[in-house]
């Protein structure tokens, strides 16, 4: 894996092989990772953008969406998404939502790898993990996968100045008409970039790279507000209120969530991202790493970075996970180059051995990576996520310069910190679920309000089955079961043969049936309903359970009776 723009290596044939397997596999899980989509669709803020897609299509201004960061550019392209599905929110949604958010993302991972020469491994490595994990909700999203792809620092583009400038000028453009959110960011992340990150450039290069990328975020608006000043009689004013200053009026006393990393909301079953993604979005800023990593893996690594006002301001699983996957990708190629690099990094780990001083200077760098993470994550307000990527970039920069032998130490003690918050997570969460969780609340319910009634039918025997499930209940009912039987599976037709006797001759005395049985098994409810009477019916209607208890007919006669809790009391069911 080369660095900066040295890369000399030919792509090869398992690659590009490798990268035509990875296209199939986006475009398979696309198509069938959608489901029909239905009117509760068309009420949510998908629905809302298949809407205003339709309404482009048939003849609409397309004006700006400043909470989302949607341009004019978005709305033609949705609109010919639309015309393309013939009106079909399906199929809409298979386009704008998978095709070109999740499955163009694993495909732009995979062309990145391309061009950075990764191994066929990594490169199916970071895109089953856009497409599995740090997954892109629609086409918005993958626009910073395909700015990381164009601006990366690789030979290609950097032997062709006139190609690199053109490049640096007409993507912050492009971007701006379509998404205005996503243009500052990038445009931010790439300024960062050229300016404390890239090696072996300079200064008038790096400055000259600035006011290109800025150049071309200008020209977006020049060229948007004139076209709008000429095709529709737009007067600037009105176009200032609807894409540039006057939108930002809707975020005044806008929410900025606090990231709270022990007490993560836990709805979705990615939750494990919420916890990760800090640790992740920070790894390629400590000192060591950022001094080991490609010029290539520091833009991947800014870009993500920089996006982190998306969860912050909306802490959750879909915002996430939907920016996660520069980060996912930077941490990937981070820890490869890592790899590449051990000879000299063991080196580095050796010179940097000073007893008297390491711990003070792991305490130091774990200062560092608490502080980045309690003021950025901690903030109620944006500047939470502006002095993050101050820290993170300053912690990176000024680490990896200065601190020379002191390195390994003071990157020791980030990363203690660094792993340790997802870790200490983990176990509070753990902690949290198994107090919050009612385990047995269903076999607790039940022997507080059938429990008496199998009391009253059992006639004092401790001997009873318990079928098919709840089997706690031996426990709480201080039963024991008269057969060896427990699991009343598919093919429990096997002990017929042994079970029937016993069922007829009543050394089963009682049968506690807490449900039906998942598989039927006609031989055994029959062999029950010709031996045994129904003695109580208790229906427990908060956990939608119903009890029978059965006994068996040898017993005598018994008083039946049909129950229910309602209001706390258990009455008879009418």
């Not at 009026?249 to 990615?270: I, K, M």
């Not at 993050?388 to 310069?401: C, D, E, Q």
Request: hydrophobic share 50%.
């Amino acid at each position: 894996m080369a660095t900066s723009g040295e890369q000399t290596e030919r792509v090869g044939i398992v690659r590009w092989a490798t990268f035509a397997g990875v296209c199939v596999l986006a475009l398979l899980w696309s198509a069938y990772s959608v489901g029909a989509q239905n009117g509760t669709f068309l009420t949510q803020d998908f629905g809302a953008q298949y809407h205003l897609a339709k309404m482009t299509a048939h003849g609409a201004i397309p004006l700006v969406d400043f909470e989302h960061g949607w341009n004019a550019g978005s709305f033609w392209v949705n609109a010919a998404l639309y015309a393309v599905a013939s009106g079909s929110p399906t199929i809409w949604y298979f386009l704008w939502g998978r095709l070109l958010g999740a499955g163009l993302g694993a495909v732009l991972a995979a062309a990145i790898g391309l061009r950075l020469r990764l191994h066929p491994a990594v490169m199916v490595a970071v895109a089953l993990g856009v497409l599995l994990l740090a997954t892109p909700l629609h086409i918005k999203y993958t626009i910073c996968l395909l700015w990381v792809f164009v601006l990366l620092p690789t030979g290609w583009l950097e032997a062709r100045p006139r190609l690199a400038t053109a490049a640096r000028v007409l993507l912050p453009a492009l971007v701006f008409w379509q998404y205005v959110e996503l243009a500052v960011l990038l445009t931010g992340a790439s300024g960062l970039f050229e300016l404390f990150a890239r090696r072996d450039a300079a200064w008038r290069t790096r400055i000259v790279n600035c006011v290109q990328l800025a150049g071309g975020f200008l020209l977006g608006l020049v060229v948007e507000a004139t076209a709008y000043k000429v095709l529709w009689g737009l007067s600037f004013a009105d176009f200032n209120r609807q894409v540039i200053l006057g939108q930002t009026e809707t975020h005044e006393g806008s929410q900025y969530a606090v990231w709270n990393f022990f007490d993560l909301p836990t709805e979705s079953g990615r939750f494990f991202i919420l916890a990760l993604y800090p640790f992740a979005l920070l790894l390629p800023f400590v000192p060591l790493v950022w001094q080991q990593i490609s010029d290539s893996t520091r833009l991947i690594a800014l870009a993500g970075l920089v996006l982190v006002v998306v969860p912050i301001r909306r802490v959750d699983n879909p915002h996430t996970t939907t920016v996660s996957a520069l980060v996912l990708l930077a941490v990937v190629l981070a820890v490869a180059e890592l790899y590449e690099r051990r000879t000299s990094s063991e080196t580095a780990a050796e010179g940097a051995r000073a007893p008297v001083i390491a711990l003070p200077l792991a305490a130091a760098g774990a200062l560092w990576a608490a502080a980045t993470l309690w003021i950025g994550f901690g903030l109620q307000s944006m500047a939470g996520a502006v002095l993050l990527v101050a820290l993170a970039v300053a912690g990176a920069i000024l680490g990896s310069t200065f601190l020379r032998g002191a390195t390994a130490a003071v990157s020791a003690g980030a990363l203690v910190v660094l792993g340790c918050v997802p870790a200490l997570a983990s176990v509070d969460h753990l902690n949290d679920m198994r107090r919050d969780a009612k385990s047995f609340q269903v076999t607790d319910a039940i022997t507080r309000w059938a429990g008496p009634e199998y009391e009253r039918c059992s006639g004092g025997t401790r001997e009873a089955l318990v079928m098919p499930n709840y089997l706690e209940l031996y426990d709480t009912l201080a039963i024991t079961n008269p057969t060896p039987y427990y699991l009343f599976h598919y093919d429990f037709a096997q002990y017929e043969t042994v079970l029937v006797p016993q069922l007829e001759d009543g050394s089963i005395p009682v049968i506690i049936e807490t449900m039906p049985l998942h598989t039927p098994q006609p031989w055994l409810t029959d062999a029950i309903h010709a031996n045994y009477v129904p003695c109580s019916i208790v229906r427990i209607e908060k956990q939608a359970t119903t009890v029978t208890i059965w006994t068996h007919k040898s017993r005598g006669s018994v008083e039946r009776r049909d129950l229910s809790v309602r209001g706390g009391e258990l009455v008879p069911t009418r």
